[in-house]
């Protein structure tokens, strides 16, 4: 049998470190009354507010980062 030596226990600032500079995520958010989509990096931090999903999309990729969904 295979034995696994998992790691020790990430504290929440590590996790939030964890793909900081190549994840961000995009949120579908209300603003000013109307729908719009927040881009925030990969610890929460908030960078831009977009008025399309495909505005966010062009955004991260003009920084070269990955953007994924939060649902």
Do not use: C
């Not at 030596?5 to 209300?30: H, T």
């Amino acid at each position: 049998m295979t034995e696994f030596n998992l790691p020790q226990a990430l504290s929440p600032e590590d996790f939030a470190l964890l793909g900081s500079n190549e994840f961000v995520y995009v949120k579908e958010v209300i603003q000013d009354g109307s729908k719009a989509f927040a881009i925030h990096l990969a610890d929460g931090r908030p960078v831009a507010l977009t008025p399309t999903r495909e505005a966010a999309r062009i955004a991260a990729g003009n920084y070269n980062v990955e953007l994924l969904s939060v649902h």
